[in-house]
């Protein structure tokens, strides 16, 4: 089976993508290639920290990867909290501080609009940087609903559903999901152009 680096941290996303990708590729992770290292995303997109990340293990490591950066933007809140999501409340990762802080600052709003954005990038020896997109629209609930999942899961109720993204089934949620979107893009190119792990 081919090899391939997705350049995350994050357990959550490499399960996510491990499933996606069963029986096509082996996906190692950034543990997998022994990098520990702490890679900025700065960026103002979604793309930009993708690539940054992408980047960094090509040039540092030397494998082929692709790398995501996706959140959850609100209409509410301008497009909040965007590429801030994985830090919105102030620590990287706290996925209840940041659905606390969220609900908070949509107690009063009557639009409780928002979607999941993701981007992937891929880099492969020889090729310009490969960017895929998906995102899924819906709506904010009012309290956190479900246990599966992470991040936003709780409180994001796609549109035409009435459970939240958290208690949904992954299968569920990957066929209709930002990510899952983004994924099948990638899939499809990997598959239709030629790849030497």
């Known amino acids: 089976m081919e090899k391939i680096v997705f350049a995350t941290n994050s357990a959550h996303k490499l399960r996510e ?5 069963a029986g096509r590729y082996e996906v190692l992770s950034l543990r997998d ?26 040039q540092h490591y030397g494998y082929d990867c692709f790398a995501d950066d996706s959140g959850l ?22 996925d209840n501080a940041n659905n606390k802080k969220l609900l908070a600052e949509l107690t009063d709003k009557a639009d409780k609009r928002g979607r999941f954005r993701c981007a ?30 992470f991040g936003y899961d709780p409180i994001f ?16 949620k990957n066929a209709i999901s930002h990510r899952g979107k983004a994924v099948a ?11 030497d792990a």
């Not at 891929?122 to 998906?134: A, I």
């Not at 796609?158 to 299968?171: L, N, V, W, Y």
């Open 33 to 58: 290639i022994e990098c520990y290292d702490d890679i900025p995303e700065t960026a103002d997109t979604f793309e930009g920290n993708a690539l940054i990340k992408a980047q960094w293990v090509k």
């Open 17 to 21: 993508l491990r499933q996606m990708l």
């Open 120 to 149: 992937i990038v891929l880099l492969r020896d020889g090729e310009e940087p490969h960017v895929f997109t998906g995102s899924v629209e819906g709506s904010i609930t009012d309290k956190a609903s479900g246990d599966s999942g």
């Open 185 to 195: 893009k990638l899939v499809k190119y990997l598959e239709t152009s030629e790849y």
């Open 73 to 94: 933007e609100v209409d509410a809140l301008g497009g909040a909290p965007g590429v801030m999501s994985a830090r919105y409340a102030g620590v990287h990762g706290d």
């Open 157 to 172: 109720v796609p549109e035409g559903m009435d459970k939240t993204f958290a208690q949904i089934s992954a299968e569920e």
